[in-house]
């Protein structure tokens, strides 16, 4: 199958019982078991779910990898791949990552005796001057969250196999429409399902996806034991948000196209930064790498935190809102909301400006998201 078709009908087959196209929603905490020591497949929904199975292999093959664990959020996702680490294991991680990955890193994860290095992994050198004996992980997110810097895959992964180190990837802004890291070598990757996959802005999830087997013999047991699962209701919600991702990402990213090309040409940003850009700081790798740049576009007001608050509260289509990847067209200001819990001098340190913000674009008439950016920056 080519990849729009395994998008819509990977892993999905009529319900054998009634030929029902869309697959049941398999509400049960527990199974009747036909006779002692013998199960259907099934016993707890905590150890699986008709439902969630039916996700994991989707987003599995969507991703070209072979196994998927899903979880009910992406943190959780990236919570449980850490776990495949012990006391005094060493990580490397991309310094621009999401705000809840680097406070999950550095408040919670170091008290277990994991130490954490931060790097700009766009530049692949970076990534091999911080490791230690101990290092055993690198976490790359490409592109990263809020700055949208690219990693060059291919050489992050010669590098890990060269210092037989773990590869993971959140390629949650580009999802598999646009990048597959495991065609560049990458041996875990993660989304947060929230945000693209499922679209829509209705469920909370992650998903982690290998071809190891045997991580995913450990991805599987940690799921079980920690039960840390989203709903069969929120996966069969994900499922049908996932019938739609190659369109919905074509509109996405056009949309932001066009939208950063208005940005770039605002007399009140400072700076904008968008894959699609040929100004991008990696345009080639991110154009020799991903098939397409995707929804989120960061660009710098002119006037710090009161010209970023102003937009915010002047934006009238744009949702002001947390999140990103849906299809309603969403604006962050990193500085008081997404990175809050990230200390100023570690913010302006990591290039996390007071007069930043974050728009993840959504699928409306891009005349339309325009025209309230514009109207809300004649304001500043």
């Known amino acids: 199958m080519k990849f729009d078709t395994k998008v819509v009908r990977a892993g ?10 869309v697959p049941p929603i398999y509400q049960t905490a527990t199974y009747v078991l036909p006779e002692v020591g013998r199960d259907l497949g099934f016993d707890y929904t905590r150890s699986a779910n008709p ?58 994860l170091v008290n277990y005796g994991l130490t954490f290095t931060y790097v700009d992994s766009s530049n692949p050198e970076n990534v091999e001057n911080a490791i230690t004996s101990e290092t055993k992980l690198f976490w790359i997110e490409t592109p990263t969250n809020p700055l949208l810097k690219i990693t060059d895959l291919n050489a992050i992964s010669k590098i ?35 945000k693209y996959i499922s679209g ?3 469920v909370i999830g992650g998903i982690i996806i290998t071809n190891d087997e045997e991580i995913h013999e450990r991805m599987k047991f940690v799921q079980k034991t ?36 208005f940005l770039e040409s605002h007399p009140q940003v400072e700076k904008i930064t968008y894959p699609g850009l040929k100004s991008h700081p990696q345009y080639g790798v991110a154009k020799e790498q991903m098939d397409g ?23 009238k289509l744009c949702s ?3 999140s990103l990847g849906a299809v309603e067209t969403m604006i962050t200001h990193p500085a008081t909301m997404t990175h809050v819990d990230v200390p100023a001098e570690e913010r302006h ?25 514009k109207q809300a920056l004649e304001k500043v």
């Open 12 to 21: 999905i087959e009529p319900d054998p019982t009634t030929g029902a196209i």
């Open 51 to 108: 439902t969630r199975e039916i996700l994991e292999n989707n987003l599995a093959t969507i991703e070209g990898g072979r196994f998927g664990t899903c979880f009910s959020s992406g943190m959780s996702a990236v919570d449980s791949v850490l776990k495949l680490l012990k006391m005094g294991d060493h990580v490397v991680c991309s310094d621009d990552v999401y705000g809840g990955v680097s406070r999950h890193f550095n408040n919670i």
């Open 160 to 194: 890990a196999k060269k210092h037989q180190i773990l590869f993971g990837v959140d390629s949650t802004f580009a999802t598999p429409v646009f990048l597959r890291p495991f065609e560049f070598g990458a041996d875990i990757v993660m989304h947060s399902t929230t």
């Open 200 to 202: 829509h802005n209705q």
């Open 226 to 261: 920690i039960g840390a699962v989203p709903s069969p209701f929120d996966c069969w919600l994900t499922l049908i948000g996932v019938k739609t991702l190659h369109l919905r990402m074509e509109r996405h990213a056009s949309n932001a196209q066009a939208v950063a090309e």
């Open 293 to 315: 740049f995707s929804g989120m576009i960061s660009f710098e007001l002119k006037g710090g935190i009161p010209a970023g608050t102003t937009v915010m509260n002047n934006v």
């Open 320 to 322: 002001l809102a947390e």
């Open 349 to 373: 340190a990591r290039g996390l400006s007071d007069g930043l913000v974050r728009i993840s674009v959504g699928i409306e008439d891009p005349d339309d998201i325009i025209d309230d950016l």
